[in-house]
Nanobody, 126 residues
C-alpha cells in the first residue's frame, strides 16, 4: 500500500509563493507518475500538474502554466509543487496522487491515479 503525505500549505498573500511537498512510503515511487490536484469549496477536484517517473515530462493546467512548477526527487521519494504569483482563485485543498502505470507520459484525469494523499490547505488572501 502506498501512502502519500502532503505538507507545505498555508496562508499567503496574493502574489506570494508556497512550496508543497508530497512524500511517499512506496518503494516503487521512482516508477510512478505523480500528479497534483486541487479542490476548492463547492467545486470539483481539478488537475493542476503532473510529472512522469523520471521527471523528463511535465504537464500543467492552463490556469497555472508559467506560475507553478512540478518536480521530483526519487531518492527522497518526494514530489514538489512550487507555486509562485499566487492568486485568490488558487485557494483550495491540494492533493498529490500517484499513478502506477508505467509510461513516459502523464494523465490529467483523476481516474488514472490510484493513490491519494489527505490534502493540504492553501489559502491566498487578496
Amino acid at each position: 500500500q502506498v501512502q502519500l503525505v502532503e505538507s507545505g500549505g498555508g496562508l499567503v498573500q496574493a502574489g506570494g509563493s508556497l512550496r508543497l511537498s508530497c512524500t511517499t512510503s512506496g518503494r516503487a515511487f521512482s516508477s510512478y507518475a505523480m500528479g497534483w490536484f486541487r479542490q476548492a469549496p463547492g467545486k470539483e477536484r481539478e488537475f493542476v500538474a503532473a510529472i512522469n517517473w523520471s521527471g523528463s515530462y511535465t504537464y500543467y493546467a492552463d490556469s497555472v502554466k508559467g506560475r507553478f512548477t512540478i518536480s521530483r526527487d526519487n531518492a527522497k521519494r518526494t514530489v514538489y509543487l512550487e507555486m509562485n504569483s499566487l492568486k485568490p482563485e488558487d485557494t483550495a485543498v491540494y492533493y498529490c496522487a500517484a499513478d502506477p502505470t508505467i509510461s513516459n507520459y502523464v494523465s490529467r484525469t483523476r481516474e488514472a491515479y490510484d493513490y491519494w494523499g489527505q490534502g493540504t490547505q492553501v489559502t491566498v488572501s487578496s
